[in-house]
């Protein structure tokens, strides 16, 4: 727990005084399932060990001080609980202020403000779900502050809905589910359409999850997702007319072949396609881990990269270059890309005895070819977002 103490003494310093409660909320990475969630698929994400902390202590007046050990330059953050409005200078700060605005217009009014120190081992913009790992820890801690017994499914939503209304980036559920809902050494299959879900064990026996950082950044709302899911929609018009379905991820890939030539854009049809194959190959993945079929888990991760690639072009050359070469390397069960897209990492199942040397081979030949260096992590699956004792 040095890293609690460490924020500790941040805190005093910061604001005169010591904390009350601390708070952990983590990132996530999604092994399978990719830009099918706003599509009504299945998607495949787990908790990680890295995320978001929170020391917090309740003030006795109506105002919120914020500051993060990510952003020092950017002092503490000061809003009031009476005028919540998304404020280009409060950077960062709007994430957890849109969750607050959102509580309170679902009748959940906080009697006072809060100091707070947030701290995140996510790297920022590297597509772990910074954002919905802040969002949630929001959410968890005024629930716990002021006792409104709101359940987790519920922090969820309403942390999405902060994202997609005061944030104003048209995500799915995905990424905040997975942090709320995250369980220890289980991936989450959930259906993205009615928000049924399952735990399922994922017993890496020999293997270990790798996150590679391709170091590019990205915005999400300044990348081409609201595109994406645009021509999603576009096309499910389209087969709307011929076909009576409220999702393209009711579709399995013969029904998909059956209707396709419906969607007049042929750019439109190959988005279609990934999110309908995409969402069968989730549930393949899931089954084949049920059977301990590793290998299977492997050939479905990396066929999903490549539909990612080609039909719904959103990697671009770092993600390529970096799965390309961690493939060529032994002891390598699987990689593709996880997230947006367009930058951000990538997740790989490797040997353990694989791992040093797939880092000493991908880092000089990625850095040759895109011109600075990749990073990588070493994660193990979580819990959800929860207060620390």
């Given at each position: 727990m040095d890293e609690i103490q460490l924020l500790k003494e941040n805190f005093?310093?910061?604001?005169?005084?010591?904390?009350?409660?601390?708070?952990?909320?983590?990132?996530?990475?999604?092994?399978?399932?990719?830009?099918?969630?706003?599509?009504?698929?299945?998607?495949?994400?787990?908790?990680?060990?890295?995320?978001?902390y929170a020391l917090v202590t309740e003030r006795n007046d109506r105002k919120v001080c914020a500051y993060s050990m990510n952003f020092k330059d950017l002092g503490i953050i000061e809003f009031?609980?009476?005028?919540?409005?998304?404020?280009k200078k409060d950077d960062?700060?709007?994430?957890?202020?849109?969750?607050m605005k959102i509580f309170e217009d679902n009748g959940y009014k906080m009697k006072n403000g809060f100091n707070v120190l947030f701290f995140g081992n996510i790297p920022n913009g590297s597509g772990l779900s910074s954002s919905a790992s802040l969002e949630v820890l929001t959410g968890t801690i005024i629930n716990d502050l002021f006792g409104f017994n709101v359940d987790m499914i519920d922090i969820v939503k309403m942390s999405q809905e902060?994202?997609?209304?005061?944030?104003?980036?048209?995500?799915?559920?995905?990424?905040?589910?997975?942090?709320?809902?995250?369980k220890y050494n289980n991936a989450i299959l959930l259906d993205c359409n009615t928000l049924k879900y399952e735990y399922?064990?994922?017993?890496?026996?020999?293997y270990k999850i790798l996150i590679g950082n391709t170091n590019k950044k990205r915005g999400l709302a300044d990348s081409k997702y609201n595109e994406r899911r645009s021509q999603c929609e576009t096309a499910l018009h389209e087969i709307q007319k011929i076909k009576n379905i409220n999702a393209l991820g009711e579709l399995t890939e013969e029904e998909f072949e059956e209707v396709k030539d419906v969607i007049t854009d042929p750019v439109n049809r190959k988005r279609a396609k990934h999110a309908v194959y995409e969402n069968q190959r989730t549930i393949k993945a899931v089954k084949a881990l049920k059977r301990d079929n590793l290998e299977l888990f492997g050939k479905l991760m990396v066929d999903s990269h490549n539909s990612l690639r080609d039909d719904y072009e959103v990697t671009g050359i770092?993600?390529?270059?970096?799965?390309e070469l961690i493939l060529k390397n032994d002891g390598v069960i699987g990689s593709r890309m996880t997230g947006a897209g367009f930058g951000g990492c990538t997740v790989s199942i490797v040997k353990d005895e694989s791992v040093d040397e797939i880092i000493k081979n991908v880092t000089p030949a990625y850095k040759e070819k895109i011109g600075y260096e990749p990073s990588f992590y070493v994660v193990t699956i979580s819990d959800g977002a929860r207060k620390l004792q």
């Open positions: 005093i310093k910061i604001f005169n005084e010591d904390f009350e409660h601390v708070y952990f909320s983590p990132g996530r990475v999604n092994l399978i399932g990719e830009h099918t969630d706003y599509n009504g698929g299945h998607v495949f994400p787990c908790a990680l060990s890295i995320g978001t009031s609980l009476d005028n919540m409005v998304n404020d960062w700060a709007n994430y957890p202020k849109g969750v902060a994202e997609n209304n005061f944030i104003g980036v048209n995500c799915g559920i995905m990424d905040q589910f997975a942090v709320g809902m995250g399922s064990e994922i017993d890496l026996k020999g770092e993600l390529d270059t970096l799965v």
